[in-house]
């Protein structure tokens, strides 16, 4: 089974400011394999990023996607009050498995 | 309205049994392929069985393989599971998503809670 380990765990910073998530792989899925989520409490996850890169329907510019075989970045740029949130990867190679998840808070 | 409404779920003691189910409104369902992923606090999000669009191949976790069983209904619009055999750290919020491309999901229900208890 692969597993993907996200870090940092937590992420402090302030709106407006850019942040940067990391999830890496214990063995390469490629680049097509590789799915980010938005989780906000109480809602379902929201997918943002597929194929390592391409943005999902409707999700702003500002979140981006990149990495391939086993280190891949989300990206989100200038921070809005509604993208604190917990972000998740997942593949799809060789299995399907979700990371543990970055909560993303207001500094 | 594109949406996934799931229901079914409830309190169950340990070796019992429990149907979930999903409908599907706002999109052609038969389309697509389809899944349950479950969430606990413990392990966070975890994929447990997918459900092909052409309605042949189903898909399971090793961790419900020969206990849980999916099937659908492109009739009725809907997407079931059936969870026998249940343990404690069965007990989680189940979510039907939607399958697009490589198996990702880009459409998810709201979530139902699954309590398995003595």
């Known amino acids: 089974e692969i597993v993907l380990t996200q870090s940092p765990g937590t992420l402090s910073l302030s709106p407006g400011e850019r942040a940067t998530l990391s999830c890496r792989a214990s063995?390469?899925?490629?680049?097509?394999?590789l799915a980010w989520y938005q989780q906000k409490p109480g809602q379902a996850p929201r997918l943002l990023i597929y194929?390592?890169?391409s943005r999902a329907t409707g999700i702003p510019d500002r979140f981006s996607g990149s990495g391939s075989g086993t280190d891949f970045t989300l990206t989100i740029n200038r921070l809005e009050p509604e993208d604190f949130a917990v972000y998740y990867c997942?593949?799809?190679?060789?299995?399907?498995?979700f990371g543990g998840g970055t909560k993303v808070e207001i500094k | 309205e594109v949406q996934l409404l799931e229901s079914g779920g409830d309190l169950v003691q340990p070796g019992g049994s429990l149907r979930l189910s999903c409908v599907a409104s706002?999109?052609?369902?038969?389309?697509?392929?389809m899944s349950w992923v479950r969430q606990t606090p413990g392990k966070g999000l975890e994929w447990v069985s997918s459900?092909?669009?052409?309605?042949?191949?189903?898909y399971y976790a090793d961790s419900v393989k020969g206990r849980f069983t999916i099937s659908r209904d492109n009739s009725k619009n809907t997407l079931y599971l059936q969870m026998n055999s249940l343990r404690a750290e069965d007990t989680a919020l189940y979510y039907c998503?939607?399958?697009?491309?490589?198996?990702?999901?880009?459409?998810w229900g709201q979530g139902i809670l699954v309590t398995v208890s003595s």
């Open positions: 998503a939607r399958v697009y491309s490589h198996y990702f999901f880009d459409l």
């Open positions: 706002g999109f052609t369902f038969s389309s697509y392929a």
């Open positions: 459900f092909s669009s052409n309605g042949v191949s189903t």
């Open positions: 063995q390469s899925v490629g680049s097509n394999y």
């Open positions: 194929g390592a890169s």
């Open positions: 997942q593949h799809n190679a060789q299995g399907l498995t």
